[in-house]
C-alpha cells in the first residue's frame, strides 16, 4: 500500500535513511506501486525501486547512508 508521510515508512527505511533520502524512498515507492499495479509481487517491486532510487543520490559508508557529490 502506498505510504501517506514518512512517519509511515518501515522501521527499517526511517532508522537508517536521512530524512531526505526518506523522502526520495517515499516518491519512488508510490509511483512504483501505481505503476506496477497489475503484478502480484506489486509491494516487493516498488521497495525494490525505492531502495533503487535511494542508492542513485546516498551510498552506504560503515553503518551510514551519506549523499553522493
Known amino acids: 500500500m502506498p505510504y501517506r ?3 509511515d515508512l518501515p522501521d ?4 537508517h535513511l536521512p ?4 523522502e ?3 516518491a519512488a515507492f508510490n509511483n512504483a506501486w501505481g505503476e506496477y499495479a497489475g503484478r502480484d509481487d506489486r509491494e516487493v517491486v ?6 533503487s532510487a535511494v542508492k542513485r543520490r546516498y ?3 560503515g553503518n551510514e ?5
Not at 12 to 15: A, K, L, Q
Not at 46 to 51: D, E, G
Not at 65 to 69: M, P, Y
Open 19 to 22: 530524512v531526505h533520502a526518506q
Open 46 to 51: 516498488a521497495h525494490k525501486v525505492a531502495w
Open 24 to 26: 526520495i524512498y517515499l
Open 59 to 61: 551510498a552506504k559508508t
Open 12 to 15: 527499517s527505511v526511517r532508522s
Open 5 to 7: 508521510e514518512i512517519a
Open 65 to 69: 547512508w551519506v549523499r553522493k557529490r
